[in-house]
């Protein structure tokens, strides 16, 4: 194709697009296809804010739900450590310290505990199960205590035996009361009760039942049936001061 053909084809192309009607249609045409454009990407804009938007709120979801599991399985732990409370009773009594079992202290002793009770202390301090005498803490660790059963052989706390209220000597193994008078009778039968003469108990948290009794030449013994043999302790209640030191107090 000639150049002069192309100035003219080029002429006729610019006068055709003078035409007003043309002219105007091009207008109208090149302007929509600008505000459609425009219109495009502020559509995209939008949609790649909300993306945004979306991102960040679900990282702060995944977030949120990491720390509602933590806590969740908190609870979970908490609830299977706690859901025998049902069954542990509120004692109306001054000055004992809910306590709750952390381990056993050395296995396959069943027999001795250690237990969350921080606070110091120098004699034993008793250990309450529903008002049922349980055993004794003996000694204290920077946070916690070491507590022995009534089914060790250390264990040890003064006793009231039947309405008379007879003293003896509670050891913790043979399950045994000793030192009981000579001259006062025991009946199969009577109930054991702690005596809080030694300081480690108040009077009267529950100990057992005789079941025999034996004569000595200068005391006598008897045979105590446990309220409290437990071999998988949970909760107790740990006697700061005994009740009758706080009675004795207020006068």
């Not at 025998?84 to 079992?101: E, G, M, R, S």
């Not at 969350?116 to 205590?145: E, M």
């Not at 001259?183 to 109930?191: E, V």
């Not at 409290?228 to 949970?234: A, I, K, S, V």
């Amino acid at each position: 194709m000639s150049r002069r053909l192309l100035l003219i084809l080029s002429i006729v192309i610019v006068l055709f697009f003078q035409i007003p009607v043309i002219k105007k249609y091009t207008l109208e045409s090149a302007n929509s296809l600008k505000n459609s454009f425009s219109s495009l990407l502020t559509t995209w804009k939008e949609i790649y804010e909300e993306y945004i938007d979306q991102k960040d709120t679900l990282q702060k979801l995944l977030i949120e739900n990491r720390f509602l599991k933590d806590e969740i399985q908190k609870i979970a732990v908490k609830y299977a450590t706690c859901k025998d409370l049902k069954y542990f009773k509120n004692l109306n009594i001054p000055n004992v310290v809910f306590t709750q079992v952390i381990s056993y202290a050395k296995l396959p002793d069943f027999t001795e505990v250690y237990i969350n009770y921080d606070k110091p202390f120098t004699t034993p301090r008793g250990l309450v199960y529903n008002n049922l005498a349980a055993g004794i803490a003996v000694k204290h660790y920077s946070n916690y205590s070491l507590a022995l059963l009534n089914s060790n052989e250390k264990t040890s706390y003064t006793v009231y035996i039947g309405k008379d209220k007879i003293p003896g000597i509670f050891y913790g193994k043979i399950n045994t009361i000793k030192y009981i008078p000579k001259f006062k009778k025991i009946n199969i039968g009577d109930l054991v009760i702690t005596s809080g003469l030694d300081g480690v108990f108040y009077q009267g948290a529950k100990v057992g039942e005789i079941t025999e009794v034996k004569e000595k030449k200068l005391y006598k013994e008897a045979k105590v049936k446990l309220f409290y043999n437990d071999l998988h302790p949970e909760f107790f209640y740990v006697v700061q001061t005994p009740l009758e030191k706080i009675q004795k107090n207020k006068k």
